[in-house]
């Protein structure tokens, strides 16, 4: 568990990175010993003044006189030496025999390069007396970088990483790390909560901390850090310094937020006048679209995804992007007011038999999602980007009991839409379904029209409508009644059913 002690050990002084790159050279066993105070020696004399408790930095690294501060060590309960070690100049490192001797004794024999001994204490008499100093230091440190740098999850990890000395990650609510590498051993529920938490793991603690948090409470992002050690104090500061980096982190996520937001309206726009244009369309919109990153050439096939019943939630666009990308469907992908348009771009034309194999794929991807799709035929050239998508749209609006259907594959339902929009047709399915008119506040008409789509399967519209399959047949009892047909009879069906495609054509 943590250790709720108030003194640092050795290790934690090695493990939080006080000592910046120090070394432990011998004496291992004695790591787990407390420290009370910090002291310079630099002769004997300061050597022999040393009590219990005590770190001892040398400041001379003779060999007689780094055994006499081990003896001294040993025999006073001095808790470790460190050697200090110039960046340039001479230096000396202990023998064998020393490191032997030290590793007898049990004390920690550690080495330190710094040009300043006098810093080296400084450092740790902070870190051991005044451990709150020690980490509003750090925290100054941290916060001064992240006002001089950019706040994305890389730059905030490296900052941490390098002042703190543990290692951090940016991590969604289901674990997946997205900058950074998720520490070993992380604890399930750690990001269960909506609070920023400590949680001992292996080789350490773990210290989570959410960025981004919705409405409902809800946490979709956290900034974890993993350190060494087990002391409560270090792993309250680390917990503290990260909670300013998650809101400079929050601040990165709401303007890439804002600029996804403002990128998608532009690329829906760009995409409207793409399809307004027809065959016609001007440089300046094609100058936009390469912009955009667009392929305008080659063969385009157009896919156009739309809710089947309820408006999914605001995370279906890069929900359904991942999910086209993991079948190998690597395109544009444009969210509009209504539905996503997305197209594949080839080089040359696509052979039809591949639109079965396309039509599987993205009836894959869209399993997780609660849409339907069409797929238009491949067309060629800027202009073919609109072509194919008006004719994936004209899919999707009649999958019926499909997931996804191709134009191709519409056959009689295609030519029955086609010939639901003559305006004579209009005016004589009107009179013939008048008698339904309001009726019910135009649910019998709905069921009816429903029902007729779905192959007057009763089972399958009463899903479409969300009411119990005994209201459809009461309904569909009661049309049959008002218009005076049976829907027993093939050609009956078959005039009304056309009959409601063209007054709905009419309504649309």
């Keep these: 568990m943590i250790e709720d002690v108030g003194s640092l050990t050795v290790r934690d002084l090695l493990e939080i990175g006080v000592l910046g790159g120090a070394e ?24 022999e003044a040393c009590a219990a408790g005590d770190l001892v930095i040398l400041t001379g ?73 020690s980490a509003a230091r750090l925290l100054n440190a941290v916060t001064a970088r992240l ?8 730059s905030v990890i490296a900052i941490l990483s390098g002042e703190l000395h543990v290692s951090c990650a940016v991590i969604s609510a289901d674990g997946t790390a997205i900058e950074g ?28 901390v959410p960025v981004e948090i919705d409405r409902t409470g809800h946490v979709h992002l956290w900034l974890v850090s993993h350190g060494r050690g087990r002391n409560r104090r270090w792993a309250e500061a680390v917990l503290q310094i990260s909670q300013v980096a998650s809101w400079a982190l929050g601040s990165w996520v709401a303007a890439e937020r804002l600029e996804t937001e403002r990128q998608a309206r532009s690329r829906g726009s760009l995409l409207a006048e793409l399809l307004a244009s027809g065959d016609d369309v001007p440089p300046q919109l094609v100058q936009q679209a390469v912009l955009a990153g667009w392929r305008l050439d080659g063969w385009h096939t157009g896919v156009y995804a739309m809710p089947a019943t309820d408006l ?73 980007v609109g072509r194919t998508l008006a004719e994936a749209r004209e899919a999707a609006g009649m999958t019926g009991t499909a997931k996804v259907v ?28 008048e008698p339904l008119t309001g009726v ?39 049309a049959e009644q008002l218009l005076g047909v049976s829907l027993l009879n093939p050609d009956e069906r078959l005039a009304v059913h056309l009959a409601c495609r063209a007054v709905r054509a009419g309504d649309e």
């Excluded at 998720?182 to 603690?205: H, K, R, W, Y």
């Excluded at 191709?408 to 399915?429: F, H, K, N, W, Y």
């Excluded at 899903?463 to 009661?478: D, G």
Aim: charged share 25%; net charge negative.
């Design 181 to 208: 590498v998720s520490p070993p051993g992380l604890p399930p529920d750690l990001l269960a909560g909506s609070v920023a938490t400590t949680a001992e793991i292996d080789e350490g603690f773990a210290v989570a």
């Design 61 to 133: 690294h003779q060999p007689y006189l780094v055994e006499v501060a081990l003896r001294r060590a040993y025999s006073a309960d001095v808790r470790a030496v460190v050697l200090v070690k110039p960046s340039t100049g001479v230096y000396h490192d202990p023998s064998a025999a020393t490191l032997s001797f030290a590793n007898r004794l049990g004390v920690p024999l550690l080495h330190v390069t710094a040009d300043d001994p006098l810093l080296v204490a400084d450092a740790l008499r902070t870190a051991v007396r005044r451990p709150e100093l």
């Design 406 to 433: 191709h134009i191709d594959e519409l056959g009689v339902r295609r030519l029955l839409s086609m010939a639901a929009e003559t305006p004579a047709l209009v005016d004589q399915a009107t009179r013939l379904l």
């Design 440 to 478: 019910e506040d135009g649910q019998l008409l709905r069921t009816l029209a429903i029902y007729l789509d779905e192959e007057s399967v009763t089972s399958s519209a009463a899903v479409r409508l969300k009411v119990h399959r005994n209201t459809v047949t009461q309904r569909i009892n009661r």
């Design 147 to 154: 006002v001089r740098s950019r706040t994305d999850p890389r």
């Design 24 to 47: 432990l050279l011998a004496g291992e066993r004695g790591i787990g010993t407390e420290v009370g105070d910090v002291r310079l020696a630099a002769d004997l004399t300061a050597v």
């Design 312 to 384: 999914p939630d605001t995370a279906t666009t890069e929900r359904l992007r991942v999910e086209l990308s993991r079948r190998g469907l690597h395109g544009q992908l444009v969210e509009g007011a209504e539905g996503w348009s997305f197209w594949l771009t080839n080089d040359s034309e696509p052979p039809q038999s591949q639109h079965r194999e396309l039509t599987t794929r993205i009836a894959q991807a869209l399993g997780c999602c609660p849409l339907v799709a069409g797929v238009g035929r491949p067309h060629h050239g800027v202009s073919g």
